[in-house]
């Protein structure tokens, strides 16, 4: 985490909202030129002799940008009643390079190894790996840039809707009542639901197969960490609008998209938390 | 205690053995009870009791003489699920459901049960009534061995809501409690619950809500471990056990089984009675968004029932009843107020409450939004959009 995320974390008022921007700038190197869906171990081989590791880049598909359906993330509300998310049709402005699996035990343990990543118990070499938090995949995400000199990050949310396709929720609970009782009824409802129809034992890679664009197990019972702060977007009949950021919450993506604190590794909640917690908490990466 | 060793000991061989050996015995044993039942030439109901949370039907109040009412009680031995997470104990139950059916008299009713422990169970097992007096609450006289019954008479002389639970010696009392033998016998009295100054309450609507603390061992790596059966898991078990730290605080056998799709319903409006028992620690229910319009805190419906009450205590080894009267609609949790055991460990409910909103109870004068001036955040995007 650099030292400008650490303050857009920190913060929570608009300001630091354009922290949070020019970090993401500053941390951008330039893009790779459009190709259409290609395995990424042919854009980037091993690199193993080169750094004297046995690092492999990650398989990639490179994915050209093109108009998609996209739910805006964050929080809406009109006069503090909650709105669905406006639906938009979005194109990403250069072309999205994505793991085709989440990133898994094997290769997180290689970073725990090398001292680049927290240890954290594990079962099967041969899955995702899950019970990470936003710090541990950003702090792996540093390590695999460091060992292949190039540079990887989580996606932004539009990113993960871009390359889920079909996988990508629109779904969004509708308009809410009037009426503050009923309204927390309704969502109640949404949200029992939209519950997972799997168990939450994590699958081996490629459980959950493959979507149009070729990428395995979005959507799944591994939810994944996205880099897009929590926004609440207020406004009001008068026109008055105000956009609140926190980033220290990041936008979750899976079956339904979710907020979750940074530092969170187990999403299960009991308690008077209304509504289906992601079962698992994993990770995939795009490089820039 | 002896019966309940060698039952362990031998794999249950001792038992199925016993179930021969008593099997003649059995309708000698029935028929004596039957008999002494008509000595009291009263009138009899045969009640089936329901699966908490829900109550049997019953008259909140009587012009009625005493009764004997009759319930059973099988001992079912079942692997119960906890959480969603599939941790799973060799639980003991009263007729397949944690916490056990609550049976509802009036005082001065004789509760006649019949206790059976079928003979593919491996424990023996008993009943201890808090509401009962003598033989250790009748523990004492209903010791069973697998595939043997019993049936006990005993008078409901003291109002209130008691607990009931397995008592059968030693150790296997915490074991056996903390594996999900017990329950709750409500005794009315004949005229209704009333308030301090005598006048009638009444519940539309009344739930039964059983705290159950359990003590899941787990292996090297903190996992939860499962055993082939009971009697393997004894020993790690009670380790945990004496450790004082339960695994799972729940309400009704499980995480999440008053939530969701199993939420209690109520309208505004309407009053509900909600029965607590612990038969094993202490708990704190809370009304999150509502109170306690009146609650016995120990149970006993002979004490004028306190008023407004935001938490009450229900000690460990008793129920405790709290009346109210919804008044606002909407969603709300009832929950143990150690809120790490509400919401870590389970022991959480909801409400689900139709009905129209009270502006003047609750309004949102300002929604949550920026302070001071309004201030306009670009969220950072890597896309750009058709408006
Ligand atoms: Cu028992």
């Known amino acids: ?288 | 205690m002896i019966t309940e060793k060698s039952a362990f000991t031998e794999n249950g061989s001792m038992s199925r053995r016993s179930v021969v050996l008593l099997g003649a015995l059995l309708p000698t044993l029935c028929s004596s009870a039957a008999a002494m039942a008509d000595e009291l030439d009263l009138p009899r109901e045969r009640i089936a009791p329901m699966a908490p949370p829900f109550v049997h039907p019953h008259e909140q109040s009587t012009s009625k003489g005493p009764k004997i009412v009759e319930f059973s009680l099988t001992v079912e031995e079942k692997r119960l699920t906890l959480d969603d997470q599939g941790t799973s104990i060799h639980a003991m139950t009263f007729n397949g459901s944690v916490p056990g059916p609550m049976m509802v008299v009036h005082e001065g009713d004789y509760v006649e049960v019949t206790l059976i422990n079928p003979g593919t169970n491996s424990f023996a097992h008993n009943v201890d009534f808090h509401a009962a007096t003598g033989a250790l609450g009748g523990g004492a006289l209903t010791l069973v061995n697998p595939g043997e019954q019993t049936v006990l008479r005993f008078k409901a002389t003291r109002t209130g809501v008691f607990i009931y639970h397995c008592a059968p010696g030693g150790d296997m009392i915490p074991w056996h409690v903390v594996s999900g033998m017990s329950g709750v016998v409500m005794v009315l009295p004949r005229k209704g619950l009333t308030d301090r100054n005598g006048n009638p309450l009444h519940y539309d609507r009344v739930y039964y809500v059983g705290e159950n603390d359990f003590y899941v061992p787990r292996d090297e790596k903190g996992k939860f471990k499962s055993y082939a059966s009971a009697a393997d898991g004894y020993a790690d078990t009670m380790e945990v056990m004496r450790k004082l730290v339960p695994t799972h605080v729940v309400f009704n056998g499980r995480v999440g089984a008053l939530t969701g799709k199993n939420a209690l319903t109520a309208r505004v409006g309407e009053t509900v009675l909600i029965v607590h028992s612990e038969a094993n620690r202490d708990s704190r229910p809370h009304m999150i968004g509502g109170h306690g319009d009146y609650v016995w805190e120990t149970g006993k419906f002979s004490n004028p029932p306190e008023t407004d009450l935001e938490t009450w205590f229900i000690r460990g080894g008793s129920a405790g009843a709290a009346l109210y009267t919804f008044r606002q609609p909407g969603i709300y949790a009832y929950l143990t107020h150690n809120l790490i055991e509400a919401v870590e460990l389970g022991a959480t409910a909801q409400f689900k409450v139709e009905g129209p909103w009270n502006d003047d109870l609750m309004t949102q004068v300002e929604p949550p939004e920026a302070i001071g001036t309004q201030v306009r955040a670009v969220p950072r995007t890597t896309a750009q959009y058709d408006h």
């Open chain 1, 1 to 288: 985490m650099t030292t400008d995320e650490a303050v857009c974390r920190r913060q929570v008022s608009g300001d630091a909202f354009d922290a949070c921007h020019v970090a993401r700038l500053s941390f951008e190197p330039r893009y790779f030129a459009a190709v259409a869906i290609v395995l990424a171990s042919t854009l980037a081989p091993p690199l193993a002799s080169q750094l004297g590791a046995v690092i492999e880049a990650p398989a990639v598909v490179a994915l050209q940008p093109r108009p998609f359906s996209y739910r805006l993330a964050g929080e809406f509300t009109r006069d503090g009643r909650p709105l669905s998310a406006p639906l938009r049709i979005a194109q990403l402005d250069r072309t999205l390079t994505i793991m085709i699996h989440q990133v898994t035990v094997a290769d997180y343990e290689r970073c725990v190894r090398d001292r680049g990543c927290l240890r954290i118990p594990h079962d099967s070499s041969d899955q995702p790996v899950v019970k990470v938090n936003w710090q541990d995949a950003t702090a792996y995400a540093a390590w695999l840039s460091r060992q292949l000199g190039a540079a990887y990050r989580l996606p932004t949310d539009e990113e993960w809707a871009f390359a889920a396709g079909s996988r990508f929720s629109v779904d969004e609970f509708p308009d809410g009542a009037v009426d503050p009782g009923r309204r927390m009824l309704q969502l109640y409802e949404f949200e029992i639901d939209r519950g997972a129809p799997f168990d939450a034992a994590p699958r081996a890679i490629g459980g959950f197969g493959a979507n149009e664009n070729g990428i395995f197990d979005f959507a799944g019972n591994v939810w994944e960490w996205t880099d897009t702060c929590y926004v609440h977007h207020a406004s009001r009949a008068t026109g008055a609008e105000t956009a609140i950021a926190n980033c220290g919450v990041r936008v979750v993506e899976g079956r339904h998209r979710t907020y979750m604190s940074d530092f969170i590794r187990d999403p299960r909640t009991g308690g008077c938390a209304v509504g289906k917690p992601p079962l698992n908490l994993g990770f995939r990466l795009v490089r820039a």
